[in-house]
């Protein structure tokens, strides 16, 4: 067990709705990462939320968005679903936003679009 | 886009064997790492190589990295079953902060 969940576990909806993912990072740390997995992509990084401020942006699509709250926990929202936008969705945390530090992930949100 | 690419893409050895895979990557980095992921499941970190460092070992793993060739191998000594995962390699990306950059990764089986 890393320390970081996610919520749900799975998801299915249909193409053009909208759906947030959960994740809370382990105890004290400041970081949260999300990254997508699909078969033809691997595994791609979306987003970067350090201390409640954006950090660093990836392949995110404009209709995906995330927020990082004052507890820590983050939110990655995914709007006008399409169904290659299905996916297994994971969140990371670190200590800190530095280098040299390894990332904890999440059990994954597994998304699928029909 | 990938920065890291793993090979083999897949390798299937008896257990007791070792294993050994390897990953190329682009440009230049701060450290490098090996993650495990059991299908379906979150990755779990195994080891972090620093750019200044050419070997590093933790249990059965090895880790070598060698920078003028831009690449790095990961050694699974003694195989188990319970080794049957995929295995990828990650690297820093000046580009996005402290972000990692997946390869593709290896899908190791070890058969008892």
């Known amino acids: 067990d890393s320390g970081v969940t996610q919520t749900p576990k799975h998801l299915i909806t249909a193409t053009g709705q909208r759906v947030t993912l959960r994740c809370s990072p382990r105890?004290?740390?400041?970081?949260v990462y999300w990254y997508q997995q699909s078969l033809d992509q691997g595994l791609q990084f979306l987003i970067q939320?350090?201390?409640?401020?954006?950090?660093a942006k990836g392949n995110i699509l404009e209709r995906f968005s995330a927020q990082q709250f004052p507890d820590l926990h983050s939110e990655l929202n995914l709007s006008s679903l399409e169904l290659g936008d299905s996916a297994l969705y994971f969140c990371?945390?670190?200590?800190?936003?530095?280098?040299?530090?390894?990332?904890?992930f999440g059990p994954g949100t597994r998304l699928t679009v029909l | 886009s990938q920065q890291g690419e793993e090979d083999p893409q897949a390798l299937s050895i008896q257990e007791g064997e070792n294993a050994t895979m390897n990953c190329s990557y682009k440009?230049?980095?701060?450290?490098l790492q090996w993650y495990r992921q059991n299908s379906g499941r979150g990755l779990v970190h195994l080891i972090l190589i620093r750019s200044n460092e050419r070997e590093k070992h933790s249990g059965r793993l090895r880790v070598t990295l060698d920078t003028s060739k831009k690449s790095s191998s990961l050694l699974i000594t003694a195989s188990r079953a319970a080794d049957t995962a995929s295995y990828f390699c990650a690297t820093d990306s000046n580009q996005a902060g402290t972000a990692l950059i997946f390869g593709k990764g290896t899908t190791l089986s070890v058969s008892s």
């Open positions: 105890s004290g740390d400041l970081s």
């Open positions: 440009t230049s980095i701060n450290n």
């Open positions: 939320y350090y201390n409640g401020e954006e950090r």
């Open positions: 990371a945390s670190s200590v800190i936003a530095g280098l040299n530090n390894e990332q904890f």
